[in-house]
């Protein structure tokens, strides 16, 4: 009695444990009062070579398929296997040695996946040839397997479409969007060492050998591979640091496999080619020994670990995961369009499901290339109106041609291109300004000193208050003028070969009534003067990022000269907190781990304090403007709580990268899940 106390003791204190509290950050496991205990009379695997013990997914975890797939170790008890003290044999061996027990572990398995509709992850233990379930819970599993399980459930009728939807989580489509090693074959001869392939993907990092080393170089903005003998809970800070996890010992269902798996890291487990010694930070292949900070990469798909750095490439989308992201379309009521801002990533945003372009960044497109930085230096310096008009008329062509393009590739869908929003400075080199300074005296017949008084007279002590958005527009109405020209010349060009274009153009920054009005009336007049000149005529619209949070409290004035809304969530916030954007980082992680904030605001959503001046945002706009359409492109807008928190306050699309979205979408159709709508 004295030891199931201790027993049951040190599961309760283990909830209080350094490593349970780091655990229940990462996974953003909140609210929680502690953990319950289950007692159950023991068996026992170790009591000869007719006893043994298990532990098994009834469907391969890592790729899906359909086949019992797991380990089992011969007189031995489950901590064996799953510690990775030994490395234990594929479950295939138990048909062998144990038919019997074998064949009755196979009916239970149908029956548990019956009964819980889902994949089990199941422990069990033969003592003396009589088989005992001991645990059965829903199985942990990748993307890949996530995807594959719910379609193939779906098609043996064992579950509904809408349950399926809900089976997906979105950080598991994460994992299916992350990166792949480019050709494969081409490293061959650089494999140094091979285990299993415990969770697939690739990655590349410099080795290190502790949890805290990883977390330490992942803080220094370094890639790093963590290497251990086998991996512990004390780990699991690193783990997550890392770009990849390699170990020595331990099989498909050690620790380091199952956590990298939940988290769809890449990891090669069991890796006996290795020698691991992180007394000396070494790590020993053969006759080679690689110290700490040596560039490797790993395939989780293969278990190949490779010497040097190999080239990643984004990877593609399968069959499974079309089928299952249409029934995702089917369901979901929020619409998902992408942030663009080139014509080749608006082809990738059409491809992964995108209903539109939710923001264009056309300040992104100012830096393409030297010449086009070079027109925006000579805007910038510019003294007069027609200096300035000179310069600009320069950038025309350029945002004409890639307007152009991104018109093209997203045909039939809607646009939605931001004026110019970041300040001047942006666009100057850091540091020493004299190269360029000389380049431009040269192109403008300036002094140096006027240059330098001029960009001095730029300067600003708070750029992300500063002189940005539609304040530079306002300050500067040939800027507009240019931009919206170019819009309006390149979507009636395309609509005369037969595209059809629906341009939104959307002002930033807007914290009053009068500065929309003022780039409202701009626009329009502009848009008159280029139908008029080219004898066409095409349907737009005019709108505004939501981002001060005045413009949220007055939203029903905005909404007067608004015909859409679009909420850019990152400056919201930063302007609702008071933190700024630049430099948040350097107090974050201190109140990240005081608990005063538990998620980074800039990454999840804050519903209290933002979500609430959203939604009082919604319903002012929708009074002055039943019908005003709402939409959010905020990075918050690829973030799945996030997304389901804009579901329910009736915003109409999310947009967000091109690779997050079928996140969004798999988010918005689990909220219409859970609603019953
Ligand atoms: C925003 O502020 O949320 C936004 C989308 O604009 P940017 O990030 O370009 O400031
Ligand atoms: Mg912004």
């Not at 989780?300 to 190999?310: F, N």
């Not at 499974?320 to 992201?325: E, H, K, N, Q, V």
Request: proline share 5%; hydrophobic share 40%.
């Amino acid at each position: 009695m004295k030891q199931l106390e201790l027993a049951i003791k040190a599961v309760f204190n283990s909830w209080d444990s350094p490593r349970a509290i780091k655990y229940r950050s990462i996974n953003k496991i909140y609210g929680l009062k502690g953990t319950a205990v289950n007692i159950q009379s023991m068996v026992f695997g170790n009591m000869g070579t007719t006893s043994g013990t298990g532990v098994l997914f009834t469907r391969n975890p890592s790729t899906g398929e359909k086949k019992l797939y797991g380990e089992f170790l011969i007189n031995a008890q489950g901590e064996d296997v799953v510690s990775g003290i030994r490395t234990p044999e594929d479950l295939e061996m138990m048909k062998t040695c144990m038919p019997e027990a074998y064949k009755e572990l196979e009916e239970n398995c149908e029956i548990l996946e019956k009964h819980y509709k889902d994949m089990m992850d199941i422990e069990f233990t033969v003592q003396e040839n009589r088989l005992w379930m001991l645990q059965c819970r829903s199985g942990k599993r990748t993307g890949k397997g996530a995807v594959k399980i719910a379609v193939d459930m779906v098609n043996e009728g064992l579950i509904d479409i809408r349950s399926a939807i809900k089976m997906v989580e979105p950080r598991h489509l994460d994992q299916l969007l992350h990166p792949q090693f480019e050709d494969p074959s081409a490293y061959k001869d650089k494999v140094i060492a091979t285990g299993l392939p415990a969770s697939p993907g690739a990655a590349v990092g410099q080795i290190v050998f502790t949890a805290d080393d990883a977390e330490a170089w992942h803080g220094e903005g370094k890639s790093v591979i963590l290497v251990r003998t086998e991996t512990s809970a004390e780990d699991v800070g690193g783990m997550h640091a890392a770009a990849g996890i390699l170990t020595e010992r331990g099989g498909m269902t050690s620790h380091a496999a199952v956590v990298a798996r939940g988290w769809g890291k890449c990891c090669v487990s069991g890796c006996s080619d290795i020698l691991v010694n992180d007394t000396e930070k070494v790590v020993v292949v053969g006759d080679n020994v690689f110290p700490e900070g040596e560039w490797i990469s790993l395939n989780g798909s293969t278990g190949e670990v490779i010497l040097g750095k190999q080239p990643l490439s984004p990877p593609t989308l399968s069959d499974d995961l079309a089928t299952f992201m249409s029934w995702a379309d089917e369901i979901r009521h929020l619409k998902v369009m992408a942030n663009v801002d080139t014509p080749a990533d608006a082809l990738t945003a059409r491809q992964n499901g995108a209903q539109g372009i939710g923001l264009c960044r056309t300040e992104h497109m100012f830096f393409a290339s030297d010449e086009r930085i070079k027109a925006v230096r000579l805007m910038i310096v510019a003294i007069t109106p027609e200096q300035r008009k000179a310069a600009i008329d320069l950038l025309l062509p350029y945002q004409r041609s890639d307007f152009e393009g991104i018109f093209r590739a997203m045909d039939g869908l809607p646009v939605t291109i931001r004026l110019l929003d970041p300040p001047l400075h942006e666009f100057l080199p850091e540091g020493d300004l004299h190269h360029v300074v000389k380049e431009l005296t040269c192109e403008t017949g300036m002094n140096e000193e006027e240059i330098f008084s001029r960009i001095e007279k730029l300067t600003e002590v708070n750029p992300m208050l500063g002189c940005r958005g539609c304040r530079l527009g306002i300050s500067y109405p040939e800027l507009t003028e240019m931009q919206v020209r170019a819009i309006f010349e390149a979507a009636v060009s395309v609509s005369n070969h037969g595209i059809k274009v629906l341009p939104e153009v959307m002002v930033p920054l807007v914290g009053t009534p009068q500065e929309l009005k003022h780039q409202v009336r701009l626009i329009r007049n502009v848009a008159a003067k280029v139908f008029s000149e080219t004898g066409s005529s095409l349907s737009y619209k005019v709108g505004t990022m939501i981002e001060v949070p005045r413009a949220t409290l007055i939203a029903d004035e905005i909404a007067e000269e608004a015909e859409f809304f679009s909420f850019g969530t990152n400056d919201l916030t930063q302007m609702t907190f008071g933190y700024s954007r630049d430099d948040v980082g350097k107090f974050l992680p201190i109140y990240l781990s005081t608990g005063i904030l538990q998620n980074d605001p800039f990454e999840v959503l804050d519903q209290k304090g933002v979500g609430q001046l959203i939604k009082i945002c919604i319903e002012k706009g929708r009074a002055t403007r039943p019908n005003l359409e709402v939409g959010i492109c905020g990075e918050h807008g690829g973030e799945p709580s996030s997304v389901a928190f804009f579901a329910k306050v009736g915003i109409d699309y999310v947009s967000c990268s091109p690779y997050r979205v079928p996140i969004a979408s798999l988010a918005a159709a689990q909220v219409a899940v859970e609603d019953g709508s």
